[in-house]
C-alpha cells in the first residue's frame, strides 16, 4: 500500500491481520459463518482490512452475553466511583492513542486527517470524560406521601442497548451511544457501519484494557438488514439507540414495535441556514462553508439549504462559490486537503446523480456539479464542492437529504419568510442565524423547528449540550444530561413506615 509509509506503525499492525474479529462475550472471535466482508479506503478504492462479518447467529451470542452481563455479572454492583474512574480511563486511552485512531478513522471513512485529530478523536474521548462525571450524579427523588409511607425514586439501568451506527463519525458515535449507557449501568452490542468499522473495533481492544468487564459491551460489525436488523428484533434487547437516515430508522421503529423496546432516533436532516443582510457577510460565508462541506457535507445537520436574504443573495453566493472553488481537494491524509473523498461508491452514485436532478430540476451549478477525477483522485469518491442557485424550495435538492458537499442557495425577502421556507421542510435537525439584531436572531431561534439553532456559528458541539431532532429527525435527545433519560429508568419504591 502506497500510504504505509506515512502511518504510524500501530495502525499498520491493525490493519495487517488478516481478519479483525468481533468482540463478543470478552473474546475476539470470527463470524459464526465464517464470512468476511472489506472495508475499503475511499480515497483510493482500495481495500484496507478484511472484516468479521456479523449475522443473526453473532448477534444472539453478544445479546446473551450482554444480558448476562447485565443480570448477574460484576458491572451493576460496580461502585459508582469504580466505574467513573473505568470511563476516565476509557477517556485517556483515547488520547493516548489518539493519532493511531485519527489515522484509522482517515483511512476507513476519508475524512482529513486534520479532522479526525482536532473533532473526532478528541471529541469522543471528551464524551467518556463528560458522562464520567455523571456516574456519581444519577440520584432519584424522595416524595411527599402519606406520613404512613416513605415513597422514593431510583433511577435504574434500561438493561441490554442495541446500538447502530452509521459511517459519518464512526468513533465520535460510538463514543456518543456507549459513553452514557455505560455510566448508566446498560450493557451494549454495539453495530458499527459496514462502510466503517475499525476505529469501533480498536476502541473494543481500548475498552478491554481499561477494564470493563467481558459482556459489557460487545462490537459486532456486519451488514444493517442482517446483523443490524437481528439485534432490532432481539427480545432480549431492551433499548435501540440508532443513527442513520430516516427510512431506516422508521423500519427500526417498526420492527421494535414486536417486543417494544425503547427507541431513539437520531435521524436525517435538511437544515436551513438563514443569512440575513445585516449579517457579518464574512463570517456568514465561512459559516456557511463549514455548514455544508465539514466532513464532506456527509453530516446529518449540515447547513444544506442556505437561504439568503435577497438583497444579498448574489453576492453571497458568488462569493460563496469563489471559496468552495479553491478548496483542495484530495486524500484525507494529505495535510493540504480540505476535501476528502465521500465514504463510498454508493454514495459517490447518491450524490452524483443528485447533482444531475438539480440541473434537470433547472438549478444552476456556480461551482462544482461534478464528480473530481483529477489526476491522483480517479480511482477514489471524490465530488466536486457544489453551490447550486436559482433552487426553490420545493425541489427535490432542497426537500431531500444528498448527503454530500452540495449546497442549494435560496433567497427569501424578510424574516417572516425565512421561518416559513426553513420551517418548510419534513425534517427538523438544525438551524443556523446569521444577523447583528439581537431579537431577530431570538425570535427566529424560537420560530425554527429544529433541536439546535445556532446563531452566528454553526456545527458547535459539546458533550455537555443536547443533539437529536424535531419531526422526521429523531425523538430523543443524545449528550448533555438528557442522554441519561434515554439510558435511565425510574422505579418508584413506597415503605410502610
Ligand atoms: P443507513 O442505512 O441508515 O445506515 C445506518 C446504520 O444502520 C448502519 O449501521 C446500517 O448498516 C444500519 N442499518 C441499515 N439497515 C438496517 C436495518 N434494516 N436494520 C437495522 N440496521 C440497519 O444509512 P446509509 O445506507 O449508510 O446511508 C444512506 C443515507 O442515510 C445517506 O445518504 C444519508 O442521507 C443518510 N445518513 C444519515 C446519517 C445521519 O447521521 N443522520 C448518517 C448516515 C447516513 P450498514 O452499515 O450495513 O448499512
Ligand atoms: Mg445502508
Redesign the pocket.
Known sequence: MGIAARLESSVERFLAAPVRKMLIDGKWVEAASGKTFDTLNPATGEVLARVAEGDAEDVDRAVRAARRAFDGGPWRRMRPAERERLLLRIADLIEAHAEELAELETLDNGKTLADSRSVDVPSAAATFRYYAGWVNKLTGDTNPSDEAFFNFTLREPVGVCGQ??????PLL?AAWKLAPALACGNTCVL??????PLTALRLGELLEEAGVPAGVVNIVP????????A??RHPMVDKIA????????K??QR?SAATLKRVSL????KSPNIVFADADVEAAVEGALVGVFFNQG????AGTRLFVERKLHDEFAERLAKTAAGMKQGSGLDPETRIGPL??Q??LE??TGYLEIGKREGARVLTGGERNTAKGLERGYFVKPTVFTGVRNDMRIAR?????PVVAVIPFKDEDDAVLQGNDTLYG?AAGVWTRDIGRAHRVARAIRAGTVWVNCYNVFDPASPFGGYKE??YGRELGRYALDLYTQVKSVWLRV
Open positions: 447502530i451506527i452509521p459511517w459519518n463519525f458515535l453495530k458499527p457501519a459496514e462502510q466503517t456486519g451488514f444493517g438488514p442482517t446483523a443490524g436488523a439485534l432490532v440508532f443513527t442513520g437516515s430516516t427510512e431506516v430508522g423500519e427500526i420492527e437520531e435521524l436525517g436532516g456527509q453530516v446529518c445537520c465514504v463510498s454508493e454514495q447518491r450524490v431531500e437529504e444528498i448527503f454530500g435537525l429527525s429523531g
